[in-house]
Protein backbone atom coordinates (compact mmCIF):
# COMPACT_ATOMS: atom_id res chain seq x y z
CA UNK A 1 0.00 0.00 0.00
CA UNK A 2 0.91 3.55 -0.07
CA UNK A 3 2.01 4.49 3.54
CA UNK A 4 1.82 3.25 7.09
CA UNK A 5 -1.08 4.27 9.03
CA UNK A 6 -0.84 7.74 10.69
CA UNK A 7 -1.82 6.16 14.07
CA UNK A 8 -1.87 2.84 15.63
CA UNK A 9 -6.06 2.21 15.34
CA UNK A 10 -7.93 0.10 12.76
CA UNK A 11 -9.69 2.30 10.29
CA UNK A 12 -12.86 -0.06 10.43
CA UNK A 13 -13.63 -0.40 14.52
CA UNK A 14 -10.76 2.11 15.86
CA UNK A 15 -9.08 -0.68 17.98
CA UNK A 16 -5.48 0.01 19.18
CA UNK A 17 -3.17 -2.05 17.11
CA UNK A 18 0.22 -3.11 17.68
CA UNK A 19 3.13 -1.38 15.20
CA UNK A 20 3.55 -4.76 13.63
CA UNK A 21 -0.10 -5.90 13.35
CA UNK A 22 -1.10 -6.97 9.74
CA UNK A 23 -4.98 -7.96 10.21
CA UNK A 24 -7.35 -6.19 13.31
CA UNK A 25 -7.59 -8.58 16.22
CA UNK A 26 -10.95 -7.33 17.22
CA UNK A 27 -12.36 -7.20 13.53
CA UNK A 28 -9.78 -8.94 11.41
CA UNK A 29 -9.45 -6.09 8.78
CA UNK A 30 -6.05 -5.92 7.00
CA UNK A 31 -3.80 -3.23 8.53
CA UNK A 32 -3.57 -0.71 5.09
CA UNK A 33 -3.76 2.93 4.49
CA UNK A 34 -6.58 4.61 3.52
CA UNK A 35 -5.32 5.66 -0.06
CA UNK A 36 -6.76 3.52 -2.18
CA UNK A 37 -5.27 3.13 -5.40
CA UNK A 38 -6.36 1.25 -8.36
CA UNK A 39 -4.61 -1.73 -8.51
CA UNK A 40 -5.98 -1.57 -5.10
CA UNK A 41 -9.42 -1.62 -5.97
CA UNK A 42 -9.07 -4.53 -8.47
CA UNK A 43 -7.71 -6.69 -5.52
CA UNK A 44 -9.97 -6.38 -3.18
CA UNK A 45 -12.57 -7.09 -5.45
CA UNK A 46 -11.26 -10.44 -6.53
CA UNK A 47 -8.97 -11.40 -3.16
CA UNK A 48 -12.18 -13.23 -1.44
CA UNK A 49 -12.87 -15.08 -4.50
CA UNK A 50 -9.80 -15.72 -5.86
CA UNK A 51 -9.09 -17.28 -1.60
CA UNK A 52 -12.67 -19.47 -1.96
CA UNK A 53 -11.61 -20.50 -5.84
CA UNK A 54 -8.51 -22.06 -4.63
CA UNK A 55 -9.91 -24.04 -1.91
CA UNK A 56 -11.97 -25.11 -4.73
CA UNK A 57 -9.72 -26.49 -6.98
CA UNK A 58 -7.89 -27.92 -3.36
CA UNK A 59 -11.18 -29.81 -2.80
CA UNK A 60 -12.42 -30.82 -6.42
CA UNK A 61 -9.27 -33.26 -6.93
CA UNK A 62 -9.89 -35.56 -4.08
CA UNK A 63 -13.23 -34.94 -4.24
CA UNK A 64 -12.85 -36.75 -8.04
CA UNK A 65 -10.27 -39.04 -7.62
CA UNK A 66 -10.96 -40.25 -3.56
CA UNK A 67 -14.09 -41.42 -3.00
CA UNK A 68 -14.63 -40.52 0.81
CA UNK A 69 -11.69 -38.33 1.73
CA UNK A 70 -13.24 -35.49 1.78
CA UNK A 71 -15.81 -36.54 4.50
CA UNK A 72 -12.92 -38.37 6.23
CA UNK A 73 -11.07 -35.15 7.16
CA UNK A 74 -14.25 -32.76 7.47
CA UNK A 75 -15.17 -35.39 10.90
CA UNK A 76 -11.68 -34.93 12.27
CA UNK A 77 -12.09 -32.03 11.90
CA UNK A 78 -9.41 -30.67 8.77
CA UNK A 79 -11.82 -28.21 7.29
CA UNK A 80 -10.15 -24.91 7.02
CA UNK A 81 -8.76 -26.28 3.94
CA UNK A 82 -11.58 -27.30 1.57
CA UNK A 83 -14.76 -26.20 1.40
CA UNK A 84 -17.53 -26.96 3.15
CA UNK A 85 -19.84 -30.24 2.21
CA UNK A 86 -22.98 -27.82 1.59
CA UNK A 87 -21.23 -25.20 0.03
CA UNK A 88 -19.23 -27.12 -3.00
CA UNK A 89 -23.26 -29.26 -3.39
CA UNK A 90 -24.05 -26.15 -3.90
CA UNK A 91 -21.69 -24.42 -5.95
CA UNK A 92 -21.69 -27.55 -8.21
CA UNK A 93 -25.42 -28.03 -8.60
CA UNK A 94 -25.60 -24.88 -9.57
CA UNK A 95 -22.89 -24.83 -12.48
CA UNK A 96 -25.32 -28.14 -13.23
CA UNK A 97 -28.25 -26.24 -14.16
CA UNK A 98 -26.93 -23.53 -15.32
CA UNK A 99 -24.89 -25.25 -17.89
CA UNK A 100 -28.09 -27.33 -18.41
CA UNK A 101 -29.79 -23.95 -18.58
CA UNK A 102 -27.66 -22.08 -21.26
CA UNK A 103 -27.76 -25.86 -23.56
CA UNK A 104 -31.63 -25.27 -23.68
CA UNK A 105 -31.03 -21.85 -24.84
CA UNK A 106 -28.89 -23.05 -27.26
CA UNK A 107 -31.31 -25.71 -28.70
CA UNK A 108 -34.36 -23.35 -28.81
CA UNK A 109 -32.34 -20.17 -30.82
CA UNK A 110 -31.67 -23.28 -33.11
CA UNK A 111 -35.24 -24.40 -33.22
CA UNK A 112 -36.36 -20.80 -33.70
CA UNK A 113 -33.49 -20.43 -36.61
CA UNK A 114 -34.83 -23.61 -38.39
CA UNK A 115 -38.44 -22.68 -37.89
CA UNK A 116 -38.04 -19.37 -39.83
CA UNK A 117 -37.19 -21.43 -43.03
CA UNK A 118 -39.63 -24.15 -42.84
CA UNK A 119 -43.06 -24.49 -40.58
CA UNK A 120 -42.78 -26.37 -37.30
CA UNK A 121 -42.58 -30.20 -37.51
CA UNK A 122 -45.48 -30.57 -35.35
CA UNK A 123 -47.43 -28.66 -37.69
CA UNK A 124 -46.80 -30.97 -39.86
CA UNK A 125 -46.65 -34.25 -38.57
CA UNK A 126 -50.15 -35.00 -38.27
CA UNK A 127 -51.77 -38.20 -37.19
CA UNK A 128 -55.35 -39.34 -38.17
CA UNK A 129 -56.99 -37.00 -35.27
CA UNK A 130 -55.33 -34.26 -36.86
CA UNK A 131 -52.80 -34.05 -33.73
CA UNK A 132 -49.79 -32.73 -33.35
CA UNK A 133 -46.78 -34.95 -32.51
CA UNK A 134 -46.42 -33.85 -29.14
CA UNK A 135 -50.48 -34.16 -28.52
CA UNK A 136 -50.17 -37.71 -29.66
CA UNK A 137 -47.35 -38.50 -27.44
CA UNK A 138 -49.30 -37.53 -24.29
CA UNK A 139 -52.09 -39.43 -25.61
CA UNK A 140 -50.27 -41.91 -26.24
CA UNK A 141 -48.78 -41.86 -22.46
CA UNK A 142 -51.80 -41.68 -21.20
CA UNK A 143 -52.93 -44.72 -22.77
CA UNK A 144 -49.84 -46.45 -21.57
CA UNK A 145 -51.21 -46.00 -18.08
CA UNK A 146 -53.96 -48.53 -19.04
CA UNK A 147 -56.59 -46.39 -18.19
CA UNK A 148 -58.61 -46.86 -21.63
CA UNK A 149 -61.40 -44.81 -20.79
CA UNK A 150 -59.41 -41.88 -20.59
CA UNK A 151 -57.37 -43.18 -23.74
CA UNK A 152 -60.66 -43.28 -25.36
CA UNK A 153 -61.72 -39.66 -24.47
CA UNK A 154 -58.53 -38.22 -25.32
CA UNK A 155 -58.64 -39.54 -28.41
CA UNK A 156 -61.98 -37.64 -29.63
CA UNK A 157 -60.45 -34.37 -27.86
CA UNK A 158 -60.29 -33.36 -30.95
CA UNK A 159 -63.69 -33.31 -32.50
CA UNK A 160 -65.34 -30.24 -33.43
CA UNK A 161 -67.98 -31.05 -31.18
CA UNK A 162 -65.85 -31.47 -27.82
CA UNK A 163 -63.63 -28.51 -28.68
CA UNK A 164 -67.20 -26.42 -29.16
CA UNK A 165 -68.46 -27.79 -25.55
CA UNK A 166 -65.36 -26.57 -23.67
CA UNK A 167 -65.12 -23.44 -25.53
CA UNK A 168 -68.92 -22.93 -24.34
CA UNK A 169 -68.29 -24.81 -20.14
CA UNK A 170 -64.95 -25.41 -20.22
CA UNK A 171 -62.56 -28.17 -19.44
CA UNK A 172 -64.06 -28.52 -16.00
CA UNK A 173 -67.60 -28.74 -16.87
CA UNK A 174 -66.01 -31.37 -20.10
CA UNK A 175 -65.18 -33.71 -17.96
CA UNK A 176 -67.16 -33.94 -15.22
CA UNK A 177 -69.63 -34.45 -18.62
CA UNK A 178 -67.76 -37.33 -19.88
CA UNK A 179 -66.28 -38.46 -16.46
CA UNK A 180 -69.52 -37.86 -14.74
CA UNK A 181 -69.45 -41.79 -13.12
CA UNK A 182 -66.37 -41.40 -11.63
CA UNK A 183 -64.88 -39.73 -8.44
CA UNK A 184 -63.50 -36.16 -7.97
CA UNK A 185 -60.06 -36.82 -7.87
CA UNK A 186 -59.97 -38.90 -10.89
CA UNK A 187 -62.36 -35.58 -12.99
CA UNK A 188 -59.25 -33.37 -11.66
CA UNK A 189 -56.66 -35.08 -12.87
CA UNK A 190 -58.36 -35.75 -16.18
CA UNK A 191 -58.94 -31.79 -16.73
CA UNK A 192 -54.96 -31.53 -15.94
CA UNK A 193 -54.40 -34.18 -18.89
CA UNK A 194 -56.81 -32.25 -20.82
CA UNK A 195 -55.19 -28.69 -20.06
CA UNK A 196 -51.90 -30.33 -21.10
CA UNK A 197 -53.08 -31.78 -24.33
CA UNK A 198 -54.62 -28.90 -25.60
CA UNK A 199 -51.65 -26.96 -24.97
CA UNK A 200 -49.24 -29.54 -26.74
CA UNK A 201 -47.30 -29.98 -23.42
CA UNK A 202 -46.77 -26.71 -23.10
CA UNK A 203 -43.89 -26.19 -20.03
CA UNK A 204 -43.95 -29.29 -19.55
CA UNK A 205 -40.03 -30.24 -19.44
CA UNK A 206 -39.52 -27.35 -17.80
CA UNK A 207 -42.01 -28.48 -15.72
CA UNK A 208 -39.77 -31.53 -15.39
CA UNK A 209 -36.95 -29.45 -14.98
CA UNK A 210 -37.59 -27.52 -12.35
CA UNK A 211 -39.38 -30.57 -10.13
CA UNK A 212 -35.47 -31.94 -10.57
CA UNK A 213 -33.92 -29.07 -9.32
CA UNK A 214 -36.14 -29.02 -6.19
CA UNK A 215 -35.95 -32.77 -5.54
CA UNK A 216 -31.75 -32.39 -5.98
CA UNK A 217 -31.94 -30.61 -2.20
CA UNK A 218 -33.89 -33.23 -0.80
CA UNK A 219 -32.36 -36.12 -1.93
CA UNK A 220 -28.79 -35.40 0.07
CA UNK A 221 -31.00 -35.77 3.08
CA UNK A 222 -32.75 -38.98 1.79
CA UNK A 223 -29.61 -40.39 1.34
CA UNK A 224 -28.20 -39.68 4.53
CA UNK A 225 -31.21 -40.81 6.19
CA UNK A 226 -31.23 -44.55 4.77
CA UNK A 227 -27.54 -43.84 5.95
CA UNK A 228 -29.21 -43.55 9.67
CA UNK A 229 -30.84 -46.41 9.34
CA UNK A 230 -28.85 -48.71 7.71
CA UNK A 231 -25.74 -47.92 10.17
CA UNK A 232 -28.48 -47.51 13.28
CA UNK A 233 -26.56 -49.86 15.45
CA UNK A 234 -22.65 -47.62 15.10
CA UNK A 235 -24.27 -44.95 16.98
CA UNK A 236 -23.10 -42.61 13.88
CA UNK A 237 -25.16 -39.09 14.38
CA UNK A 238 -27.17 -38.31 11.47
CA UNK A 239 -25.27 -35.06 10.83
CA UNK A 240 -22.23 -37.38 9.20
CA UNK A 241 -24.10 -39.23 7.27
CA UNK A 242 -25.17 -35.64 5.92
CA UNK A 243 -21.66 -34.58 4.83
CA UNK A 244 -21.33 -37.70 3.40
CA UNK A 245 -24.35 -37.33 1.54
CA UNK A 246 -23.29 -34.09 0.33
CA UNK A 247 -20.13 -34.92 -0.62
CA UNK A 248 -21.36 -37.98 -3.05
CA UNK A 249 -24.04 -35.59 -4.59
CA UNK A 250 -21.55 -33.05 -5.64
CA UNK A 251 -19.71 -35.84 -7.11
CA UNK A 252 -23.04 -37.18 -8.92
CA UNK A 253 -23.27 -33.42 -10.38
CA UNK A 254 -19.47 -33.49 -11.64
CA UNK A 255 -20.37 -36.59 -13.40
CA UNK A 256 -23.57 -35.23 -14.83
CA UNK A 257 -21.65 -31.86 -16.60
CA UNK A 258 -18.67 -35.04 -17.46
CA UNK A 259 -22.10 -37.22 -18.56
CA UNK A 260 -23.05 -33.94 -21.10
CA UNK A 261 -19.82 -33.78 -22.63
CA UNK A 262 -19.70 -37.53 -23.03
CA UNK A 263 -22.94 -38.06 -24.70
CA UNK A 264 -22.27 -35.57 -26.95
CA UNK A 265 -19.22 -37.79 -27.89
CA UNK A 266 -20.37 -41.19 -27.54
CA UNK A 267 -24.32 -41.10 -27.46
CA UNK A 268 -25.75 -43.08 -25.35
CA UNK A 269 -22.79 -44.51 -23.94
CA UNK A 270 -21.91 -42.27 -22.36
CA UNK A 271 -24.47 -42.28 -20.00
CA UNK A 272 -24.25 -45.42 -19.11
CA UNK A 273 -20.38 -44.90 -18.57
CA UNK A 274 -20.95 -42.55 -16.34
CA UNK A 275 -23.85 -44.07 -14.08
CA UNK A 276 -21.37 -46.92 -13.70
CA UNK A 277 -18.63 -44.52 -12.70
CA UNK A 278 -20.68 -42.76 -9.94
CA UNK A 279 -22.05 -46.53 -9.13
CA UNK A 280 -18.38 -47.49 -8.53
CA UNK A 281 -17.53 -44.02 -6.47
CA UNK A 282 -20.57 -44.40 -4.57
CA UNK A 283 -19.31 -48.45 -3.20
CA UNK A 284 -15.77 -47.21 -2.63
CA UNK A 285 -16.67 -43.93 -0.59
CA UNK A 286 -18.57 -46.27 1.61
CA UNK A 287 -16.42 -48.67 2.03
CA UNK A 288 -13.41 -46.25 3.17
CA UNK A 289 -15.95 -43.95 5.40
CA UNK A 290 -17.70 -46.57 7.18
CA UNK A 291 -14.45 -48.79 7.73
CA UNK A 292 -16.28 -52.17 6.59
CA UNK A 293 -15.02 -55.22 4.78
CA UNK A 294 -15.81 -55.43 0.97
CA UNK A 295 -18.78 -57.72 1.52
CA UNK A 296 -20.51 -55.90 4.58
CA UNK A 297 -19.91 -52.43 2.65
CA UNK A 298 -21.36 -54.16 -1.09
CA UNK A 299 -24.24 -54.99 1.00
CA UNK A 300 -25.06 -52.09 2.89
CA UNK A 301 -23.95 -50.04 -1.01
CA UNK A 302 -27.23 -52.18 -2.52
CA UNK A 303 -29.52 -51.59 0.72
CA UNK A 304 -29.03 -47.56 0.11
CA UNK A 305 -29.14 -47.68 -3.58
CA UNK A 306 -32.96 -49.60 -3.08
CA UNK A 307 -33.88 -46.80 -0.34
CA UNK A 308 -32.41 -44.42 -2.13
CA UNK A 309 -34.71 -45.44 -5.33
CA UNK A 310 -37.62 -46.27 -3.57
CA UNK A 311 -38.19 -43.19 -1.45
CA UNK A 312 -36.35 -40.51 -4.29
CA UNK A 313 -38.65 -42.00 -7.33
CA UNK A 314 -42.14 -41.82 -5.61
CA UNK A 315 -41.10 -38.05 -4.32
CA UNK A 316 -39.92 -37.43 -7.79
CA UNK A 317 -43.74 -38.19 -8.87
CA UNK A 318 -45.47 -36.21 -6.21
CA UNK A 319 -43.42 -33.04 -6.94
CA UNK A 320 -44.16 -33.92 -10.23
CA UNK A 321 -47.79 -34.29 -9.54
CA UNK A 322 -48.23 -30.99 -7.50
CA UNK A 323 -46.15 -28.47 -10.19
CA UNK A 324 -48.17 -29.99 -13.01
CA UNK A 325 -51.55 -29.14 -10.80
CA UNK A 326 -50.53 -26.02 -10.06
CA UNK A 327 -49.24 -25.40 -13.73
CA UNK A 328 -52.01 -26.65 -16.00
Known amino acids: ??????????????????????????????????????????????????????????????????????????????????????????????????????????????????????????????????????????????????DAKMASVMNNLNDSSAQAYISQHGLKAYADSVFADENFFYRFISRKFFAMYLTDGKNFDGLIFNTVQKLVFIMAPIMAFVLFLIYFKKNIFYIQHLIFAFHVHSFIFLMFIFDEILTLLLGDWGSNITFLLILLYLLIAIKKVYKQKWLRSTFNFILLFLGYILLGVPILAILTLISAILLY
Open 1 to 146: MASKLSNNNCLNCNSELSEKAKFCPNCGQKVESPIIRFKDFIKDAFEDYFSIDSKIFKSLVPLLFKPGFLTIEYIKGKRNSYIPPFRMFLIVSVLYFLLISLMEEKDDFKHIKENQTKKTAETIIKNSNNETKTEQDIRLKINGFG
